[in-house]
């Protein structure tokens, strides 16, 4: 019997229609289209201003579901990578299913800021490995409008909404998930953090006044980081695989700025046509960027292509996945 391995079989995104442009935010705080295209890339972000992280998540995966033509009674296990739940709890996995009737489920929301899709689907991936399932999605979806201050200049120009989401199923042809590298770096997180809400700092009038429930961000101190770890682990991953720059068929970044966008691909030898960015169009939504991205690009995308998943996150973590695609379009 071949070695099991766990594919990507089908992939799905959803985004909100209501579009917060650069201009729109000129009106908002002081900046500027330039200033924002300059420094990171992103032209306008979409914006859920109704509803909440389950219901774009249901909207990914119903659409999935129906794109495949399989019943919400066959999948098996639901891992949700979100920073923006609908609660504390129970679980947004947990709501989701509820919504969409896939009662044969369980489920469980996994918390790694801009990471939460890698870390997800690394951990989903075991489950399918071991033979113990042949249907688990994997959603990363955020909605970082509900913990974006909107007069705070140097965050609210980042994030936008949206959710993605993929189907795994087992595989014997050595296709899908190859390997990963993952980091976390808990010193980081004074750098990139929501302060308020956890226990450490229970919910308070205080919490609320000094706007503790929003994005905390030191660009500079994140960048500097994000520069270096994304670039490395994506390198590192090649190395690691034996793999040169012609043999990686697609990057696909975090979508968190367009330089390091860009300094993740020159280290990897890569040509911008390898690369997927869609920053412009939805800005830094955090979990759901990768996802966002293979459904974007899920045309182009050919079976037994060499694609590497690359992201860093807040707290800090970051990490890299290489993936062998399992099918064409």
């Not at 994000?226 to 720059?245: Q, R, W």
Request: charged share 20%; aromatic share 8%; hydrophobic share 40%.
């Amino acid at each position: 019997m071949n070695k099991i391995t766990a594919a990507i079989t089908g992939v799905q995104g959803y985004l909100p229609e209501d579009v917060l442009s650069n201009e729109d935010l000129t009106k908002m705080v002081d900046t500027s289209d330039e200033w924002i295209t300059t420094r990171t890339g992103i032209k306008e972000r979409r914006i859920m201003k109704n509803g909440a992280s389950s219901d774009m998540a249901a909207q990914a995966v119903m659409k999935l579901l129906q794109k495949k033509n399989i019943d919400p009674l066959e999948i098996e296990l639901v891992i949700l990578a979100s920073v923006t739940p609908d609660y504390l709890f129970p679980s947004t996995a947990n709501v989701l299913c509820d919504k969409l009737g896939m009662t044969n489920a369980w489920g469980f929301d996994l918390s790694a800021a801009c990471s939460g899709f890698l870390f997800a689907l690394t951990t989903a991936t075991q489950f399918i490995e071991n033979g113990r399932y042949k249907k688990v999605l994997v959603v990363g979806v955020d909605k970082m409008s509900s913990i974006v201050d909107y007069t705070d200049r140097t965050t609210c120009v980042i994030f936008g909404d949206g959710a993605g989401v993929v189907l795994l199923e087992p595989n014997e042809e050595g296709l899908g998930i190859q390997d990963h590298i993952l980091r976390t770096d808990g010193s980081g997180r004074e750098f990139l953090i929501q302060p308020g809400g956890g226990s450490a700092n229970p919910s308070t009038f205080e919490t609320v006044e000094k706007k503790m429930h929003f994005v905390k961000q030191e660009g500079l101190q994140v960048f500097k980081f994000a520069v270096t770890k994304m670039a490395d682990v994506s390198a590192e991953i090649m190395e690691k695989n034996n793999l040169s720059s012609d043999d990686v068929a697609w990057l696909v970044p975090h979508q968190a700025n367009l330089r390091i966008i860009d300094a993740t691909a020159s280290r990897m030898g890569l040509s911008t046509d390898k690369v997927m960015i869609n920053i412009q169009k939805y800005g830094n939504t955090t979990a759901a960027t990768l996802p966002l991205c293979l459904w974007d690009y899920e045309s182009q995308l050919k079976k037994g292509d060499n694609i590497i998943l690359s992201a860093f996150g807040g707290g800090f973590t970051w990490g890299a996945i290489l993936i062998k695609w399992a099918y064409n379009s």
